[in-house]
DNA sequence: TGATTTTATCTTGACGTCAAGATAAAAGAT
DNA sequence: ATCTTTTATCTTGACGTCAAGATAAAATCA
């Protein structure tokens, strides 16, 4: 009887004309969301970051070297709108943890580079990230890991067709 | 071949001493949280609502006849901050969806109560709620579903424990 | 080439959220 | 009964986000 249990027999006893079976998986999905966030920000904050910038380092850190990436090559791996692109670059530049660059092929456009501070950060950052993950599914054995990821991408193609 | 497969195989050509096994569950349930989210959004658009006012107008009515509770019952009840509520309350009080009474018992407090218009809204609205909640899982077989609920549970579980 | 459309990024204004602190009443202690 | 602590809510200021529009360069077209 957790708390999504909670609500969907509220809703059982208010509205009974109403199937909650959806509710009780989707309600548990944005509960273990929320979870993970919780414990992954605990991490981002020790190094004084947040999930937005750990995101934009990250992206470019995977990248590859160079570890250089245009504002609209960010703005599509990270789905968030274009003034949201802009700040976060903004603050970024401004920790010191990326460098604005001319895009020598096209002068609309910059290219945004890990600094040498922000890729020391990002390679640190991203050991202890990945240690957080770790420790928030520690308690799964690998069976049900490999059938909850299985499910998971089987619930993404559900969710996108509808 | 998802967007999470496309992440982690970045981190594997980039740093292949990190083990990403945990990121590939955590990036789904990341990536479905948002999918729902999106898919859910349309329906309170719909009616002139975001997740956060259904979120009070839905757990005053799932609270039972007078659909009526104070700003801490609302606050325990969906995890925000107190200053968040005390906005929430503000706006759907402007929206005239909920009144805001004395609370005999408790003069530090308050009473929070759907109006007429606003339990006739929230009757309506979770009805479509529950029919695109049905939706985003169509495909998904009951026995596909079933697992999937009780693997969410567990993962509930183990991210607390973390 | 010159005009038009498309593309890439930034700016603006509004919104929702949070943490920290303020306010006021209730509960508890002496 | 008064003082202190706790509880309940609101206020303030900062942050991150978004949608819509502005700007400027590149690409396309005539």
Redesign the pocket.
């Known amino acids: 009887m957790d708390h999504v249990d909670f609500i969907t027999d509220q809703w059982a006893q208010e509205r009974p004309d109403l199937d909650v079976s959806a509710m009780a998986i989707i309600g548990r999905v944005a509960r273990l969301y929320l979870a993970y966030q919780e414990g992954m920000q605990v991490t981002f904050g020790r190094f004084g970051l ?4 750990f ?1 934009v380092l990250a992206t470019l850190r995977r990248s590859g070297a160079p570890y250089r990436l ?4 960010l ?1 599509s791996a990270t ?13 970024l530049e401004a920790d010191g943890l990326v460098l ?1 660059q001319i ?1 020598p ?6 290219l945004i580079e890990l600094s040498p501070e922000g890729l020391a950060l990002i390679d640190q950052v991203v050991e202890e990230h990945v240690a957080t993950q770790e420790r928030l599914l520690a308690a799964m054995s690998q069976d049900e890991r490999s059938t909850f990821k299985t499910l998971l991408s089987r619930a993404l193609v559900a969710a996108e067709q509808a």
Chains 1, 2 share one sequence.
């Open positions: 947040n999930a937005a910038k995101d245009s504002p609209g090559a703005l789905m968030v709108a274009s003034g949201t692109m802009t700040n976060r670059i903004a603050r604005r895009n092929g096209d002068s609309r456009s910059f």
